[in-house]
């Protein structure tokens, strides 16, 4: 299988660089192909702006979703961007690692998510109407693969348990997990994290080295994060609001878009 591996560190000789090389040799041990984006050995360009659309007129206003959306039925993107939706469309995983800042993915990750997720690639795709929301959240260009978050934290795992002062770890992660992975139809993976890992020594590397592994391992085999498919029935259209019939009526937050119920059967 192919992978892409996209890796947002300033540090080759950082604890993400070295769990990077973790990954990447155990992925190749089991006979995938990976091809890795590092972003920053890369000088990826982390913000939207102009330059992103080079036909755009000089007077003309920049609308950033109109000008994507143009820009890649065109195929007038530009020349890096267009190398990362082929990296994307050639591989079956797509794995992001990063380390937790400020609780979430480093900067020049999310400027990779704004100008490679492009309109009518990522987003803007599929029929809108009053049966179906376009296809999104389980259905869209990307549906078939899997993807999963590798992460560093420096809090403690208790620290993000769920009544953990840095909130849950699921909570934090929903927004990339949900809302930038499964959006454009990846079965996603319950992310690795790593915590506690500013005082790591010899003697913490080798067991998350180990578990790291393992999933590098269990990569095309492990059951996704059971997240709902919004045309599959559970929600109404146009509010897409989850069925008021369908799990605690009284439930709110994150975890009402995971299908408890699939996951059980499964089990
Ligand atoms: C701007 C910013 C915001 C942050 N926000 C958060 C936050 O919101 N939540 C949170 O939990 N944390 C936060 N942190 C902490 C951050 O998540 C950690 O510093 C980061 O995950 C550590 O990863 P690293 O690759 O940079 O580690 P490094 O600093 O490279 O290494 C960490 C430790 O591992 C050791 N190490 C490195 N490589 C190896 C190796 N091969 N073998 C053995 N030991 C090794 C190092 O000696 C060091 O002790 C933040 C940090 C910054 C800079």
New binding site residues.
Partial sequence: MKILLVYA?P?PR?????LRDVAVQELKAQGHEVQVSDLYADGWKSQVDRADFPTLGQDERLVPAAASKKAFEAGTLTEDVRAEIKKLLWADALILQF?????TMPAILKGWVDRVFAYGFAYGVGEHSDRRWGDRYGEGKLAGRRAMLVV????WEEHYADRGI?GPIDDLLFPINHGILYYPGYDVLPPFVAYR??????S??EPVAERLRERMRTLFTAQPIPYRQQNAGDYLIPSMHLRPELGDPTATGFAIHLNDEASANEQ
């Avoid at 380390?99 to 609780?103: K, N």
């Fill in positions: 560190h540090e950082s604890l993400n660089g070295a380390p937790m800042w400020w609780f560093t934290a420096g809090g840095n890992v500013d005082r790591f020594d010899e913490g590397f």
